[in-house]
């Protein structure tokens, strides 16, 4: 085993535990497959991978940039002191530390549970200075870290039920939802091949065109669950007629493309997880949205419908099928709640019009826990709304958002500006009213890890307030 660093009255030791009731082998394992990085990267910062070689064995490295506002820092890290089913080590190479060492290491309760171990030695630059300077600071953004992070691992490892391995299919791999999701499930033991557009350079990728419906059904071979994520981005800008036409066209094509190489396999996939929206209901007031509800009036809810029956084709083809109809995925990332923060942060933020529109949303992990969830589970098949149980009206939401930020809630804005600005696009999305609850989901037992607002709020912005174990 490499030294550790000596004692020195600069050094910082930061040590947190958490408590998995499964083997330690079993948690231990969770750290060598493709995706636990990704997985264990807080939603709120931005940290880009730049090149990684070997898992988490000696000699192991990992490269990755990290964005704080203007500035780019960047990691060099190499891996050692491995000892399987006990620990390994990061040693930084290069970092904005002095230096740096993060030990992780797993410590058996019983055949049952386990203690996951993370103990940090850190020196900060400048010396005593620095640490005066950015000491306190530091050791909070590392406990908001380690907060996240004990989060996910429990809860990823304590999940229940869980499939056996599968082979799956991902489209839509390179997109916010996709990524996450394909570090989830690469997390949870299954072989994960994304589809990219561009030419394969990973054992992980394989090439398609679905604007041109190309896609080998050759290298589909042995695939259990196909998932398809893939479509035009909605929000990306206004809706002219020819951006209607991209939107609807890419959701067409992407699932028909994927039906047409599943005719040429002898051996089809068992299951298709396909994308939608709960934009399919349209703009519905009060009125509460279970999967039997009718579709609505308006453009989102013509291409859900129109990507829905697409979808349901592979019934005839023998695959179960399974309608994803999905509200607002909170992640601070991209989407909605990424366009949110930066004015809530500066305390401009507020309710949009009025503020009574109902907005269902959901977490990136209670979405991944649906998707595997319908995976175990045989009997689901058909829609199903990707939502929490406890929907909000848009001024709940502002004012939670605020709160959870330490933000005042007092700027509204106008219906009437965002109408002006993107048209149909807001009246559709922003303005609109969904008021969907996932009826399915709980039929179906899935257990929810952020069923409240409040609650997911602060684990995907690392604002909790419960104080870190020591």
Known sequence: ?????????????????????????????????????????????????????????????????????????????????????????????????????????????????????????????????????????????????????????KADLERTPQPAPQRILLGGASGLLGKSLAAFLSTQGHDVLRLVRHPATQPDELQWNPNVAQLQAGPLDGIDTVINLSGANIAERGWSDRRRDTIMHSRKMATSTLLSAFKDMPCRPKLLLSASAVGYYGNRGDEVLREDSATGIGFLAQVCSTWEDEARRAESLGIRTVLLRTGVVLTPEGGALGKMLPLFRLGFGGPIGRGDAWMSWITPDDYAGAIQHAMATASMSGPYNLVSPNPVRNIEFARTLAAVLSRPCFVRTPAWVLTALFGQMAEETVLASQRAVPAGLQAARYSFRHPRLDQALRHVLGRTDTPPAP
């Open 1 to 153: 085993m490499s030294p550790s660093l000596p004692a020195n009255p600069d050094v910082t030791v930061l040590r947190r535990t958490v408590r998995i009731e499964r083997p330690a082998a079993v948690a231990f394992a969770w750290h060598e497959q493709h995706g636990a990085f990704d997985r264990l990267a807080p939603p709120w910062t931005r940290v880009s991978r730049v090149v990684r070689s070997g898992g988490i064995r000696d000699g192991a490295k990992l490269s990755m940039r990290q964005h704080l506002g203007p500035f780019s820092l960047s990691w060099q890290v190499e891996h050692a002191d491995f000892v399987e089913n006990v620990q390994f080590r990061d040693i930084a190479v290069r970092s904005p530390f002095r230096s740096w060492e993060h030990l992780h290491r797993v410590e058996e309760i019983s055949p049952s549970a386990c203690l996951w171990i993370d103990e940090v030695r850190y020196r900060l630059p400048g010396g005593t200075l620095g640490s005066w300077l950015f000491g306190a600071r530091t050791r909070a953004e590392l406990d908001r870290l380690f907060t996240y992070r004990h989060a996910v691992l």
